[in-house]
């Protein structure tokens, strides 16, 4: 797919992977709409030409304002890009509910609200591309964020079932599994941090910017999954084929509660 005159709709684009996605795809010659609830950041992600909508991702109203936005504005929406996404540091049996119920609300039930609106669009035209962020934690349980893992095993298994339905429509899903990325990921995590272990690894993460770099590249070749980076897939295959001993050691990574 060539992204030069593309519209692409980005979820979560204030900052982080989808403020890097929004500036990689302006490059490549896209028409951005974007959506985030910070005005400010979505300004700065945008510039003067994008169209920027800000509210929460969770509403029905504004997701519902967001694609009518952006079809009255451009006339069609081409990729949808549903980055928004939240954390929680905490273990299963500790994490209160209302915070569990938010982060999924965000991660799966506000991602797929945006599919049901954008997709039927991308079947009349009989073309479309939808991009999943989910996480590495959709492929590999990370015991130190066992319920985002879940939220994230949940995106992946519904963008592989959307991948099979819309085939016949000419109309693409697209997960992405993002390692760690230098984001402000951790400072805006409804609750607790990552282990010491965890937090010690962060020279080895990734910028935004590769990450965004991964998802434009794999949009053009229509990939299926883009892990990113791709050493991601070494750690994956290592964790299925030594289970056992993979877990051991994660478990042994996570601070005492």
């Known amino acids: 797919m060539r992204i030069d005159g593309k519209v692409v709709l980005i979820t979560g684009a204030s900052e982080g992977i989808g403020a890097a996605c929004a500036a990689e795809f302006a490059r490549s010659g896209a028409k951005l709409s974007l959506t985030a609830r910070s005005e400010a950041g979505l300004a700065r992600a945008g510039g003067s030409e994008a169209l920027i909508t800000p509210g929460d991702i969770t509403d029905d109203g504004t997701r519902r304002r967001v694609v009518e936005r952006t079809l009255d504005r451009f006339g069609t929406i081409d990729i949808l890009i549903n980055n928004a996404g939240i954390g929680l540091y905490a273990p299963t049996w500790l994490a209160p509910m209302d915070e569990v119920r938010r982060m999924y609300e965000v991660n799966f039930f506000a991602l797929l609200g945006m599919i049901q609106l954008?997709?039927?669009?991308?079947?009349?035209?009989?073309?479309?591309?939808?991009?999943?962020?989910?996480?590495?934690?959709?492929?590999?349980?990370?015991?130190?964020?066992?319920?985002?893992?879940?939220?994230?095993?949940?995106?992946?298994?519904?963008?592989?079932?959307?991948?099979?339905?819309?085939?016949?429509?000419?109309?693409?899903?697209?997960?992405?599994?993002?390692?760690?990325?230098?984001?402000?990921?951790?400072?805006?995590?409804?609750?607790?941090?990552?282990?010491?272990?965890?937090?010690?690894?962060?020279?080895?993460?990734?910028?935004?910017?590769?990450?965004?770099?991964?998802?434009?590249?794999?949009?053009?070749?229509?990939?299926?999954?883009?892990?990113?980076?791709?050493?991601?897939?070494?750690?994956?295959?290592?964790?299925?084929?030594?289970?056992?001993?993979?877990?051991?050691?994660?478990?042994?990574?996570?601070?005492?509660?």
């Not at 897939?233 to 993979?246: N, S």
């Open 118 to 257: 954008v997709a039927p669009h991308m079947r009349a035209r009989r073309d479309g591309t939808i991009v999943n962020v989910g996480s590495i934690g959709g492929k590999m349980t990370l015991p130190w964020l066992t319920l985002y893992s879940s939220t994230k095993y949940a995106v992946g298994s519904l963008t592989e079932g959307l991948r099979m339905e819309l085939r016949r429509d000419n109309v693409h899903a697209m997960l992405v599994c993002p390692g760690y990325v230098r984001t402000r990921f951790q400072q805006n995590v409804l609750r607790g941090g990552p282990p010491r272990d965890i937090e010690r690894s962060r020279k080895f993460a990734i910028t935004p910017e590769e990450c965004a770099l991964a998802i434009r590249r794999g949009v053009e070749r229509r990939a299926r999954t883009v892990m990113a980076p791709a050493s991601g897939w070494f750690l994956i295959a290592l964790y299925r084929l030594f289970p056992g001993q993979a877990q051991k050691r994660m478990a042994g990574m996570v601070d005492p509660a």
